[in-house]
Nanobody
């Protein structure tokens, strides 16, 4: 079973930046779409961003559009989430996910086949 491993979370102040990374435990697996989700305390897990692995097409939640950028490095087999102008409401556990059949408009958790364990992002005001 493929595991996705996230890294790069931490504690920052409002207005700061962070870059999250996600790499699979196995080099080769079916991943049409890579996505990032987040879950704040007491809230449901929500979609953040997605990228078509082969073509690089992207989509974003309205709440992060213009501040976050999802990208991938094929050679490093890694997907990134660059987060700028962070706000306290961005505080959450961020999860990496992979979908074998979805599209960049796949925003429901059940459209993704593989998940990481998450990395904590805390933004102080």
């Amino acid at each position: 079973q493929v595991q996705l491993v996230e890294s790069g979370g931490g504690l920052v102040q409002a207005g700061d930046s962070l870059r999250l990374s996600c790499i699979p435990s196995e080099g080769t697996f079916s991943r049409r779409i890579m996505g990032w989700f987040r879950q704040a305390p007491g809230k449901e897990r929500e979609f953040v961003a997605a990228i078509r692995w082969s073509l690089g097409f992207t989509s974003y939640a309205d709440s992060v559009k213009g501040r976050f950028t999802i990208s991938r490095d094929n050679a490093k087999n890694t997907v990134y989430l660059q987060m700028n102008s962070l706000k306290p409401e961005d505080t959450a556990v961020y999860y990496c996910a992979a979908s074998s059949l979805g599209s960049i408009w796949s925003r429901r958790m059940n459209e993704y086949d593989y998940w990481g364990r998450g990395t904590q992002v805390t933004v102080s005001s």
